[in-house]
């Protein structure tokens, strides 16, 4: 069976360092993986995704992430944090093959701080 | 293009009442998901539908029923509610294919006290 762990519940950091947010995965199969965002009060969106190809994928707002096979990760990083950056982000991982849902992991929570 | 929809936004039930959770999309998806978000728990699928016609259990379904009424809807179902059903509840759907990703509604916020 598919499972994500998303490292660190909240993580919280400066305007313009760093963010880094961790994503772990286990899953039988060679898998796709996902990162959504969510704003407050509002439903996920797609931040990026890999599927195939280039390991390091690149998203909206600044952000990327690097598949890494031998790490079983796919950690989530924008060079310079913004104030609004701040936001759920949550991992998921699906298979490749077959019509069943994503599996998401429990979220971390980033703040920014001015 | 709306995308996924939900109605209601908010709802306050008492114990042991019904509703139901409507949801719609207009992106001509095949499968379509009730999640629930609770503090620290992420979400957690309820129910899927892989397709019209389909429907199957995931994570939490216990005290819910669905409905894929057509294409478009999904509606979820409380036939009593209970405080713990107290969440916020997302739908979402997605197309079918090799590396399908989830468009998600705005959620609905219920509360049962």
């Known amino acids: 069976a598919q499972s994500v762990t998303q490292l660190g519940s909240h993580v919280s950091v400066s305007e313009g360092a760093l963010v880094l947010l961790r994503c772990n995965y286990s899953?039988?199969?060679?898998?796709?993986l996902f990162w959504y965002v969510q704003y407050p009060n509002q439903g996920l969106q797609l931040l990026l995704k890999?599927?195939?190809?280039?390991?390091l994928v690149k998203g909206i707002n600044g952000f990327e992430a690097e598949f890494k096979k031998s790490e079983t990760s796919f950690h989530l990083t924008k060079p310079s944090a913004h104030m609004s950056d701040a936001a759920e982000y949550f991992c998921?991982?699906?298979?490749?093959?077959?019509?069943?849902?994503?599996?998401f992991g429990k979220g971390t929570r980033l703040s920014v701080i001015a | 293009n709306a995308g996924v929809t939900q109605t209601p936004k908010f709802q306050v039930l008492k114990t042991g009442q019904s509703m139901t959770l409507q949801c719609a999309q207009d992106?001509?998806?095949?499968?379509m998901y009730w999640y629930r978000q609770d503090p620290g728990m992420g979400l957690r699928l309820i129910y899927y539908?892989?397709?019209?016609?389909?429907?199957d259990k995931g994570e939490v379904p216990n005290g819910y029923n669905v409905s894929r009424l057509n294409k478009r809807e999904f509606s979820l179902r409380l036939e009593s509610a209970a405080p713990s059903q107290t969440s916020v509840y997302f739908c979402?759907?997605?197309?079918?294919?090799?590396?399908?990703?989830?468009?998600f509604g705005p959620g609905t916020r219920l509360t049962v006290t």
């Open positions: 992106m001509n998806h095949n499968s």
């Open positions: 890999y599927t195939t190809g280039a390991t």
């Open positions: 979402a759907s997605s197309t079918d294919g090799t590396a399908y990703e989830q468009y």
């Open positions: 899953s039988s199969v060679p898998p796709y």
């Open positions: 998921a991982v699906s298979r490749v093959s077959g019509n069943t849902p994503l599996v």
């Open positions: 539908s892989a397709s019209e016609g389909t429907t």
